[in-house]
T-cell receptor
Framework: GNSVTQMEGPVTLSEEAFLTINCTYT??????LFWYVQYPGEGLQLLLK?????DKGSNKGFEATYRKETTSFHLEKGSVQVSDSAVYFC??????????????FGKGTHLIIQP | KAGVTQTPRYLIKTRGQQVTLSCSPI?????VSWYQQTPGQGLQFLFE???????NKGNFPGRFSGRQFSNSRSEMNVSTLELGDSALYLC????????????FGSGTRLTVV
């Protein structure tokens, strides 16, 4: 079956530091890949997505590149802010459109940015 | 446009009771899926509906069920509640299932006592 592995944290960084959150996946088909963010007390917000190999998703200064050869989709941001503090989830969706398992999520990475 | 609306936001139930949660998707979205989020198990897929038909179901017991109406609104029901059912239940909608990403609601926090 499908699976997603990501570092769980917490990851603590200082403001303006460079961020990398690693995400690797296992999938039988050709999945689409997503990063979601969850702020305290709220649901999930789609941060960015990539639907095929070598695609780069980007939003709000965050980027991730779909690497099929390494089955990875690492999240990066050049300069983090306190407002980026949240839990980040890497996820995949069965790219065949069958959606057999809905979205498969990683365990989530709790990011804490200190001023 | 309005986002995904889940009601109620908070719910407290007693073990053995049943509960119904509601989800109204974004206007025009025909796919609705449900997820359970707990600290121990993380986010787990419950089921997905598209045009009133259940397309697939996660690995949950039969006490968990759902349905979708002709206006795409969806409900999920949990019967014979157990303490372990305490969780945040999230609903997500999409124009089409699969590759396009899903928009999530704020969730219903269910506490079973």
């Amino acid at each position: 079956g499908n699976s997603v592995t990501q570092m769980e944290g917490p990851v603590t960084l200082s403001e303006e530091a460079f961020l990398t959150i690693n995400c690797t996946y296992t999938a039988t088909g050709y999945p689409s890949l997503f990063w979601y963010v969850q702020y305290p007390g709220e649901g999930l917000q789609l941060l960015l997505k990539a639907t095929k190999a070598d695609d780069k998703g980007s939003n709000k200064g965050f980027e991730a590149t779909y690497r099929k050869e390494t089955t990875s989709f690492h999240l990066e941001k050049g300069s983090v802010q306190v407002s980026d503090s949240a839990v980040y989830f890497c996820a995949l969706s069965d790219g065949s459109g069958g959606g057999a398992d809905g979205l498969t999520f990683g365990k989530g990475t709790h990011l804490i940015i200190q001023p | 446009k309005a986002g995904v609306t889940q009601t109620p936001r908070y719910l407290i139930k007693t073990r053995g009771q049943q509960v119904t949660l509601s989800c109204s998707p974004i206007s025009g979205h025909r796919s609705v899926s449900w997820y359970q989020q707990t600290p121990g198990q993380g986010l787990q897929f419950l089921f997905e509906y598209f045009s009133e038909t259940q397309r697939n179901k996660g690995n949950f017991p039969g006490r968990f069920s759902g349905r979708q109406f002709s206006n795409s609104r969806s409900e999920m029901n949990v019967s014979t509640l157990e303490l372990g059912d305490s969780a945040l239940y999230l609903c997500a909608s999409s124009g089409q299932p699969g590759a396009y990403g899903y928009t999530f609601g704020s969730g219903t926090r269910l506490t079973v006592v």
